[in-house]
């Protein structure tokens, strides 16, 4: 309807332009533009987006560690991407980081980025009145090129929004030749240019220059473009779309912006993503798909905080009036009015013209008549104000553009004719090159000697590594099968009733296979950091709790020894972190153990402080690991941390070890971030700190905790396992009698297969509980008797644990993908093993359990 009146206003000006549109391109044409312009910005092509904006975080987490040039556009980058959204609480949140590494670091270009960037959201949001001349005057003559580049890309937006239509193309047309010149590390800016440049260009009807200028800054910036970039750009299209009247497109990319807003996370998006839903249903007429979209914003539009839901709440207004819905468009009005002028200043023509819809749907028909009628004779007044500063400022803004065209046509020819003057000059070059052809040919025979040379090198090496890592996977295979049944069999004897002199005996078994599994371990460990193929994985946890669970269990060893242990926390204990608990209690435990085998009188103590580092924002944490024991000359500092080493061949004979527990540790350190330090002093002692930063986890994301471990495998715990009828494949008759002995106070009834073959044969013939199958076997392997297992739809839900001793990680990860439960390695530990098996069978059992029919249906 309101369409239909505008169009009733401006009739005479449409038929005096019919003739102009007629020459258009048709809307097919333009839909292709846009459908192009879509595919370079490759927003569809995002398998996986980024959720709450991990890629912005992490670059400018990137950014801060940097310095100088590539410090301000870096967080340039991430101080644009969350103003231009109007994402406040991220915002403010860099703007602070920001200026406390310009602080710090006396940084003034950084300071002024920061300034620039909180003027110009202000001015976004409170209507284009925050900056004063001496503002803009003070950043634009700034004496850093590069803030006075970022300040004229707020003066082109700022100069467009207010209707300065001609300064806004001749700054532009400027500043991207500045911009160029600045080299690649000014690429994002001179995107952005083109962008802001051809919101102008669409403001003054050249459609297809706004869409060349959009199509540049995607191919400018979506090498690394943010995600939520990325659904900027895509909101640029779906309005250009509108725009031109390409109301299809423009409601296909409005589906595909919401789909990406949602992807996102961030409900910052939402308003904007609205907003465009609404901006469509208009653009087809349609009040009641306007007021479809809005529902999600009614919280927000209740008290409008920013332009945008000003803008929203017009919109809805005009709605509700159209359709009729008078005590609604009341309630909108009376909260447009009440918008702060300072916000938005007040628009008369809106407000008289939902009043003429409010009468008629009130019925006072003559009321509404005389309401429409003003306001089409002072809409038509305003029109023919407005037509007039618009024709002068858009002749001025397309000649600055054709201007523009023109240097760029005149560079491009400079260019031309530089190329044939390096043409000509082809021949003089062609003789100097003769000239040298001998002694360039002997140079080139050289220089392939000695890059094949350099190849074979690299392929011997390559072969010697891979030799080594092919070993290093046999050499744990073999020794772990045997370790295996000679540990086993020990923690079946430890249950029986023994002497003390047996127990002690078994006791020292059991010792002296956990010193070689450690041994194995650690040599293992050592080679995947050498061919750096060891990762950090961090994930959310308690750091408290991880050490005050290390410390409790060496209490025992310390009491033996008559030692006093003690842990403590300097300070507040720090909050839920993000590390990798495992390896951070690997390294630990290296400081912790040797902190206790070189003590043999006094005290070992464990101490955890932890602060704010002002320069990162991240949390600095230190472990302090103290003891009275033997302490170190210098000699012995100087070669510490190397591998096998240690002080003398005293040491391996009076205190065991291989010397690789501290340099793994070095390692391991290194590779989460931090550094490792010693201070030590014959006959008094040693002091071992690490530190490191680690970045804050989220409140809600720690871990549940875990029970504790029962004492007696036989308590409730591992109930489940209880007469279970398990089949046991493994090609060595020992390691099966391991496993019966194991399982044998639980009365369960054991299958034995030899190989994967006859395993199948098993299970066909009766049913069976669980599976434990081992993965090196002859006939068939564990593997592929895993995968038929799969493929037969009878046991696509029978638990299968892998019992292996393949304990790489590549070789856990191929087995999980062949379709196993869970991977326990060898040699087995009892209380691991029923553990294991208790878990993946509650999961199966809590899996298979039929839903209640009367049981409300979940939603997604």
Same mark, same amino acid.
């Given at each position: ?32 533009? @846009? ?36 410090? @301000? ?88 929004? &207010?209707?300065?239509?001609? =300064? ?21 800016? $001179? ?84 907003? !465009? ?71 008369? *023509? ?42 002068? =400022?858009?002749?001025?803004? +397309? =000649? ?32 100097? @090159? ?19 040379? +350099?190849? =074979?090198? *690299? ?48 006791? $020292?078994?059991?010792?002296? #296979? ?24 961090? &994930?959310?946890?308690? !750091? &408290? ?7 409790? %269990? ?16 300097? %300070?507040?204990?720090?909050?839920? +972190? ?32 932890? %602060? ?48 690789? #527990? ?59 396992? *209880? ?22 106070? $639980? ?82 530990? $009892? ?27 979940? &939603?997604?």
């Amino acid at each position: 309807m309101r369409r239909f009146l505008a169009s009733v206003v401006f009739f005479g000006s449409l038929a005096a332009c019919a003739g102009a549109w007629a020459t258009d391109r048709a809307p097919s044409t333009m839909a292709v533009r @846009l459908e192009q312009l879509n595919n370079s910005i490759g927003a569809h092509q995002v398998r996986r987006p980024p959720r709450d904006n991990e890629d912005i975080e992490l670059a400018g987490q990137k950014a801060l560690r940097l310095k100088g040039p590539e410090r @301000l556009y870096g967080l340039w980058r991430v101080i644009y991407a969350y103003k231009s959204s109007q994402i406040r609480r991220a915002f403010d949140s860099w703007i602070a980081k920001t200026r406390l590494a310009a602080r710090r670091d006396n940084d003034a270009p950084l300071l002024a980025l920061a300034d620039l960037m909180v003027l110009t959201y202000s001015n976004e949001t409170g209507g284009f009145e925050a900056f004063s001349e001496a503002d803009w005057k003070r950043l634009l003559g700034h004496p850093s090129q590069d803030v006075r580049m970022m300040t004229g890309i707020e003066r082109v937006r700022h100069l467009g929004q &207010t209707g300065d239509w001609s =300064e806004a193309a001749r700054l532009a047309a400027n500043l991207s030749v500045e911009i160029e010149l600045r080299g690649e590390i000014a690429r994002p800016l $001179l995107a952005e240019v083109h962008q802001v440049h051809s919101y102008t260009l669409a403001d003054i009807g050249d459609k297809e220059g706004a869409l060349e200028r959009m199509a540049e800054a995607a191919a400018l910036d979506e090498r690394d473009a943010f995600y939520m970039r990325k659904i900027e750009r895509v909101y640029d299209i779906a309005f250009t779309a509108v725009e031109v009247g390409e109301i299809d497109a423009a409601e296909r990319f409005a589906k595909l912006h919401h789909q990406m807003t949602w992807a996102s996370g961030d409900p910052g998006l939402r308003a904007w993503d609205r907003f !465009l839903c609404a901006l469509v249903a208009e653009a087809r007429e349609s009040p009641k798909g306007v007021l479809a979209c809005l529902p999600e914003m009614t919280a927000a539009l209740a008290n409008p905080d920013s332009r945008l839901l000003v803008v929203m709440l017009k919109r809805r207004l005009l709605a509700r009036a159209m359709v009729g819905d008078a005590a609604g468009a009341r309630s909108d009005l009376a909260r447009l009015r009440a918008v702060p002028t300072s916000l938005s200043a007040r628009d008369p *023509q809106i407000e008289q013209l939902a009043e003429a819809y409010i009468d008629q749907a009130e019925g006072r028909s003559r009321e509404a008549f005389l309401k429409l009628d003003a306001w089409q004779r002072r809409d038509r007044a305003e029109s023919d104000k407005a037509h007039t500063h618009s024709v002068a =400022e858009m002749s001025a803004a +397309l =000649e600055s553009e054709l201007r523009a065209k023109r240097d760029e046509s005149r560079r491009l020819a400079a260019e031309v004719e530089l190329n044939r003057r390096l043409a000509q000059a082809s021949g003089v070059i062609a003789l100097l @090159l003769s000239l040298l052809f001998l002694g360039g040919g002997t140079w080139a025979y050289n220089q392939r000697r000695v890059s094949r040379s +350099l190849r =074979e090198a *690299q392929a011997r090496a390559e072969s010697a590594n891979q030799a080594k890592s092919s070993f290093l996977a046999v050499m744990s295979h073999e020794l772990r099968t045997p370790l295996n049944g000679m540990l086993g069999l020990a923690q079946s004897l430890r249950s029986e009733d023994l002497t003390p002199g047996q127990r002690e005996q078994i006791e $020292l078994i059991l010792d002296s #296979g956990d010193t070689l599994l450690v041994l194995l371990n650690d040599i293992l460990d050592l080679s995947k950091i050498e061919a750096g193929k060891l990762e950090i994985a961090p &994930t959310a946890g308690d !750091l &408290t709790v991880v050490c005050a669970r290390l410390i409790g %269990g060496y209490q025992p060893t310390a009491r033996e020894k008559g030692i006093d242990l003690v842990f403590r926390v300097d %300070g507040p204990p720090p909050g839920p +972190l993000l590390f990798d608990a495992v390896r951070l209690r690997q390294c630990l435990t290296n400081l912790v153990s040797n902190a206790l085998k070189f003590t043999n009188a006094g005290r070992v103590e464990v101490a955890l402080s932890c %602060g704010l580092d002002e320069a990162t924002g991240r949390q600095s944490i230190g472990l302090r690991v103290s003891d009275t024991g033997i302490g170190m000359s210098e000699a012995t500092l100087a070669k510490l941390f190397s591998a096998f080493t240690q002080a003398d061949a005293s040491t391996t004979r009076n205190f065991g070890g291989t010397g690789l #527990g501290l340099n793994i540790t070095r390692r391991l350190v290194e590779l989460m971030g931090g550094d490792i330090q010693v201070e030590s002093r014959e006959g008094e002692g040693s002091v071992f700190t690490i530190r490191m930063l680690l970045d804050a986890g989220a409140p809600d994301s720690l871990p549940a905790p875990e029970p504790g471990a029962p004492e007696d495998v036989l308590q409730p715990a591992f109930a489940a396992l *209880q007469g279970r009828r398990v089949l046991v494949v493994d090609d060595h008759p020992i390691n099966r009698r391991v496993i019966r002995l194991f399982l044998a106070p $639980l009365e369960c009834d054991l299958i034995e297969a030899e190989d994967g073959r006859q395993a199948l044969a098993a299970l066909e013939a009766g049913p069976v509980d669980i599976v434990l199958m081992d993965i090196n076997m002859p006939v068939m392997d564990g593997l592929e008797a895993t995968r038929r297992l799969r493929a037969d739809p009878r046991f696509e839900r029978l638990p299968v644990i892998a019992l292996t001793a393949d304990v790489l990680s590549a070789q856990i990860k191929t087995c999980l993908a062949a379709g196993v439960d869970a991977h326990v390695a060898k040699p087995i530990d $009892l209380r691991n093993l029923l553990s294991v098996m208790d878990q993946v069978l509650s999961a199966r059992l809590v899996a298979s359990r039929p839903v209640r029919q009367d049981a409300a249906p979940q &939603t997604a």
